[in-house]
């Protein structure tokens, strides 16, 4: 039997508090595809690779501390919709020139067979604007696709 998205939840829940745990959670529920969604459209969006998808995300997570020594992770909120989980969270701190930076995500984690087929990420315009500035100051890099799928 596979999971719902009410168990998926509970699962994301359990760990919410680790971002290493939650990513690794995340990654070993992506689908081997996973359709990729921002709102506002952007030209990544798609089919993409599941592996590569959580590369990616591995990444960004090695890269917020590294820009974001003193980050603060407001608890996530973590709710069901049918057949997908929705997750909110906030990340704050300060860059190393001084800037004060501030993140909302709003992702929709869509759930069919017991794994995430899609993924879609509700960014506001500074919040994007923000993010974009950490992965800069963290080192982020894109992995190769070849390497990951």
Do not use: C, Y
Request: zero cysteines; proline letters at 5%.
């Amino acid at each position: 039997m596979t999971k719902s998205a009410s168990e998926i939840a509970e699962e994301m829940r359990a760990v919410a508090h680790d971002r290493t745990k939650s990513r690794e959670l995340l990654a070993s529920l992506f689908a081997e595809n996973v359709e990729l969604r921002h709102v506002p459209a952007r030209p990544s969006d798609g089919p993409i690779a599941g592996s590569f998808l959580a590369e990616v995300s591995r990444r960004e997570v090695e890269a917020l501390p590294r820009a974001l020594h003193d980050a603060v992770h407001d608890e996530a909120e973590i709710t069901v919709e049918g057949d997908a989980v929705r997750v909110r969270g906030r990340t704050s701190g300060t860059l190393p020139d001084g800037t004060t930076i501030g993140v909302r995500t709003n992702t929709l984690l869509t759930i069919a067979d017991g794994v995430i087929v899609a993924l879609q990420s509700d960014m506001d315009a500074p919040s994007t604007e923000a993010w974009q500035k950490v992965l800069v100051v963290g080192g982020f890099e894109v992995p190769p696709r070849t390497a990951t799928g």
